[in-house]
Structure formats: structure tokens, C-alpha cells
């Protein structure tokens, strides 16, 4: 897995061992000997993980991070704070600035690239959701609210084999008003997070481990547990296992005797992490979503019904109707086009309220709408379409006290099986809809 590396320290022989260890396991490296240095390198080259040095004179660490996760534009580079120094304080100093992980001097080798690869996995799925939503927002889409920042409402799995032990971390968790459910067996562990509903999933590795990176990988090759994030809880003596867990797809972890501010701060940023990731997955669908949607009535598009009636031609017999309200254009020119897109939207609405929810109407295009309905013999169909056009004629379209708007429907009914183009069958309902509107309208016509 490649990746564009920032490395910050401000002795030169550190920054040229860990530049020379990236470059072996083909990362692009690039060093920095400063803070400020580090902060503009961050700017104009936008790495995919920054490994940060703590202690540099001037602007430390802690302020570079906090600096860097402050900016919209770097503050989803992940951030590994590498430092001599061990005390728990520094780590939650560091993680509590917005660093991701937090390696001691000398870095392990094998302890670095287990949690480069993990971090890396996360951005590049953060990266693609981004550039998504970016699009979105470029086509002038509507942007979610920015997800919370406090833990109420958040939900945490713990599973350890012993009730002691999960209740001790729940007790920390709870802490932060999260709320946990409490687990003892890994097959209940992973029935409950597939369930859904959870920020997060803390496993306590036993001696052997087994159980619980069988559980982690399971997790991850479920789509329905792929983005709950994965906290590991081990022994110092377990360092292989936490390794194999990273490759495995957990995404942090927390050695005993457990220090409450780090597993709180590690729950903390992983949460926060999941509910960005969940938000930008949101901002795709709704952008997806509205490009398929017709705006103004909320129908379908014309993109989108004709792909789906060119789907199930492939293996079904198909009706469609094709929908046109009568003298339209006098609405507009009478009343304004106010008026005709209340007309719009309220035939729309009737539309919608007569039809199966397997049925697909769409707005088709001006004042036409298209509607596709499978496994529809002529004979139901034609009944269909005589249902609807009794529902827009009955009631007129009244907007207000002084204006009661009657509105008719013209309809061109046609019915194919397998083997038909869209495009035919589309324009068999068209010629049954002139039929209708040359005949009188307010009529619905079956294709000869």
C-alpha cells in the first residue's frame, strides 16, 4: 500500500532512520524539521498520514496537531505522535489534541507499519466518501449538519470473558455519557454489532486471542459491521496479536492496566471518526438520491425510470403509462407558472397515493409523467389508468379560497415483454397518447 508520508522531527538523524525505513516499505516520504515546516508541508502536499515528533523547540507537537486537525483542509490526515516519552499523560495530551495513535521512541518497525496500514485503510475510505460528497456539493446538493461532537448517544459493544473485566470498561466508557451493552461471549458479540446501531466495538483479547480476532475479522468482512470501529484491549506481552489485529482490521488499541482518560480519549476519537465517516456516507446517498428525483414534484427523474423499465424488460412483461395534463400550457399562461407547478405537484401527489409502492411513476419530462408497472396484463393495466384519471378529474386543484383549478389527464397505455426495446414501447404509449388527446382527452388509450 503506497502512500505520501510526512515526517516531523527536528534532529536529523531521526528524520533520515525513519525516512530511510519508509522508504523500504515504498512510501514517499517527505521530511520536516520544524513545526511551521511540517504545518506548510501539510498545506501544499497534503500527505495521507502524518508520524509527528512531540518534543521540538518553538511549536511542539501538540501544537502542530491541533493546528492541523483545526484546518478543514488537513484535519482528516491521520496523525501518529512519535516521542520519547511514556508517561499516560503525554498520550492523552496527544490524543486529546487530535493525534490518531501515539508511537514511543525507538519505533518498532513492525509496530509501525501494522499502524500505518491500518490508518491508511481508514483514509483512503474516508478519501473516496470526501471526494463523493465534494461532488455533491459541487452540484449545489444540500450539506448534512456537521455530526456531534459529545459522546451522548453514542453506543459501545464490549465483549471480555470475564464480567469484570467488561464491567470495568464499561464504567470507564459511561464515563462520557456512552452508552454500552455488555458481552461475555464472542458469538453473542458478533450477533449484537450486526444488529447495528453501534459508534464502536471493544474486544479484550484473552491469552490466546483467538476468539476475538476471529470476531475482529468477522467484522469486518460483514458489510453490515465493515465501518464499526474495532478498539483492542491487551497485555504488553500481546504485542503480536494487537499486530495481527491491525492487519485484521481493528482500528486502535489500549494495553492494561488501563489508564481511564486514554481509553476514553482513544473511544472518543474513534466515535467521532465513525459519525464523520457515517455523515459523509449520508451526503452520498441524499446526493444520489436527488439525482435521480425530480425536484419539483419529488417523483423519479426520466434517467432514472428509464433505466429501471429497461431492467425489467430484460425478464418481465411490462406496462407503462404515459401521462400528459390536458392544455397545460393554459395554466401557465392563464394563472402563472406558480399555479402550474402546484398543478405539478399535486397531480404528482394523487399519482404516487393511486399506485402500488412497487409501481414507478416518474416525471417524465414539462407536464408528462411516465409510469411503469410490472407484471401488468392490458386488461388491469387499462383499469389502472382509468383509477387515475378519475382521481385528478374529481377533485379540482384548489390553491386558495378564490381559485378552484379543474385539471384532466390524457393517458397512452403500452404493454411488451421480454425482448422489446424501452424505446419502442415508449413510444407506443406516446402514439396511444395522442390517440387520447385526439379523441377528446381526459381518456385513456391502449397502444394498437
Not at 490526515?77 to 487530535?98: C, F, Q
Not at 459493544?157 to 470475564?162: K, N, P
Amino acid at each position: 500500500m503506497t502512500a505520501r508520508i510526512l515526517i516531523v522531527d527536528d534532529i536529523a538523524a531521526n528524520l533520515r532512520l525513519l525516512e530511510a525505513k519508509l522508504l523500504a516499505d515504498y512510501y514517499e516520504v517527505i521530511p520536516a524539521s520544524s513545526g511551521p515546516e511540517a504545518l506548510h508541508a501539510a498545506l501544499t502536499q497534503l500527505p495521507d498520514v502524518v508520524l509527528l515528533d512531540v518534543m521540538m523547540p518553538g511549536m511542539d507537537g501538540f501544537e502542530v496537531c491541533r493546528r492541523l486537525k483545526a484546518d478543514g483542509r488537513t484535519q482528516h490526515i491521520p496523525i501518529v505522535m512519535v516521542t520519547a516519552l511514556t508517561d499516560s499523560v503525554e498520550r492523552v495530551r496527544a490524543l486529546e489534541a487530535g493525534a490518531d495513535d501515539f508511537l514511543s521512541k525507538p519505533v518498532d518497525d513492525a509496530t509501525l507499519a501494522a499502524r500505518l496500514r491500518a490508518l491508511l485503510r481508514v483514509k483512503q475510505v474516508q478519501d473516496a466518501w470526501r471526494q463523493r460528497a465534494s461532488t455533491a456539493r459541487e452540484l449545489g446538493l444540500e450539506t448534512p449538519a456537521e455530526p456531534e461532537t459529545g459522546m451522548a448517544g453514542a453506543r459501545a459493544l464490549v465483549f471480555a470473558e470475564t464480567e469484570e473485566e467488561v464491567a470495568a470498561i464499561a464504567e470507564i466508557l459511561e464515563q462520557d455519557a456512552i452508552e454500552v451493552q455488555q458481552v461475555t461471549q464472542a458469538q453473542a458479540a458478533g450477533d449484537a454489532l450486526a444488529g447495528g446501531g453501534f459508534d464502536l466495538g471493544v474486544l479484550a483479547l484473552a491469552s490466546e486471542g483467538g476468539e476475538v480476532l476471529r470476531l475482529a475479522s468477522r467484522l469486518r468482512a460483514n458489510a453490515a459491521t465493515r465501518d464499526v470501529p474495532v478498539l483492542l484491549i491487551a497485555d504488553a506481552t500481546q504485542k503480536a496479536l494487537v499486530l495481527r489485529g491491525f492487519d485484521l482490521g481493528a482500528n486502535d488499541h489500549a494495553l492494561r492496566p488501563l489508564d481511564p482518560n486514554e481509553l476514553r480519549a482513544r473511544a472518543r476519537n474513534q466515535i467521532r471518526r465513525k459519525r464523520y465517516q457515517d455523515r459523509l456516507r449520508n451526503e452520498l446517498d441524499r446526493s444520489l438520491e436527488m439525482a435521480v428525483t425530480d425536484a419539483l414534484t419529488g417523483l423519479r427523474n426520466r434517467r432514472y425510470v428509464r433505466r429501471h423499465l429497461e431492467a425489467l424488460l430484460r425478464t418481465d412483461e411490462v406496462a407503462v403509462m404515459l401521462l400528459d395534463i390536458d392544455r397545460f400550457k393554459s395554466i401557465n399562461d392563464t394563472h402563472g407558472h406558480s399555479v402550474g407547478d402546484a398543478a405539478l405537484k399535486e397531480v404528482a401527489a394523487r399519482l404516487r397515493h393511486h399506485l402500488r409502492a412497487a409501481d414507478v411513476v416518474a416525471r417524465y419530462g414539462g407536464e408528462e409523467f411516465l409510469a411503469v408497472l410490472a407484471n401488468a396484463s392490458a386488461a388491469n393495466v387499462m383499469m389502472v389508468a382509468e383509477r387515475l384519471r378519475e382521481a385528478i378529474e374529481i377533485d379540482p386543484l384548489r390553491l386558495d379560497d378564490n381559485l378552484s383549478l379543474p385539471i384532466t389527464l390524457s393517458i397512452g397505455v403500452a404493454v411488451g415483454g421480454p425482448g422489446i426495446p424501452a424505446d419502442d414501447l415508449v413510444d407506443q404509449a406516446d402514439r396511444a397518447l395522442y390517440r387520447a388527446k385526439q379523441e377528446g382527452r381526459n381518456r385513456a388509450c391502449l397502444a394498437e
